[in-house]
């Protein structure tokens, strides 16, 4: 069967011949969770200089604390020896930039279509953001106050990272 993946699929056969992570448990083997934006930009371990099986990662648009967020953050605390969390939004996010209904009508005219009733959640103002999510995080009845928790902003255009909150 030939598919749209044939190259990706590949390259995975060449990954696993000298694959070494059979047998890893899946933990957080430094501790690490990191919640991020989806963005292509950014290297999450690499830019805190972790390797796989160091850190838990959660991306989604905008790099924002969801339910979800806090479903695996809840799980990678009790579970999977997460002791310190990092939310991480970045410079120059679309997320960020862009109003619901530019978003809305961007989308729309790439999709030939009315999309006005998708929801997309964009960040009117990034580090009131960053503080609401950090104290949601901070706040949860499941997240102990022995864990660290910090509010960071990195910038794709240096690959500095800087603590906010
Ligand atoms: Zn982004």
Request: charged share 25%.
């Amino acid at each position: 069967m030939t598919s749209a993946f044939d190259d990706l699929l590949d390259a995975n056969k060449r990954f696993a011949e000298t694959f070494d992570l059979a047998g890893f448990d899946g933990v957080a083997h430094a501790g690490i969770a990191i919640v991020t934006c989806m963005d292509s930009r950014i290297d999450p371990l690499g830019m805190l200089g972790l390797t796989p099986g160091d850190a838990k990662i959660f991306r989604n648009p905008g790099g924002r604390v969801t339910p979800q967020a806090l479903e695996a953050l809840v799980l990678g605390v009790h579970l999977l020896q997460v002791k310190r969390i990092l939310v991480v939004p970045h410079t120059r996010c679309a997320m960020a930039s862009a109003t619901l209904e530019e978003l809305r009508s961007r989308v729309g005219e790439s999709a030939g279509q009315d999309a006005s009733w998708q929801h997309f959640g964009v960040v009117a103002d990034q580090e009131s953001a960053l503080r609401d999510d950090v104290r949601q995080v901070r706040s949860h009845r499941l997240i102990p106050d022995s864990i660290a928790v910090g509010g960071f902003l990195y910038d794709v255009d240096t690959g500095l990272l800087e603590q906010r909150v």
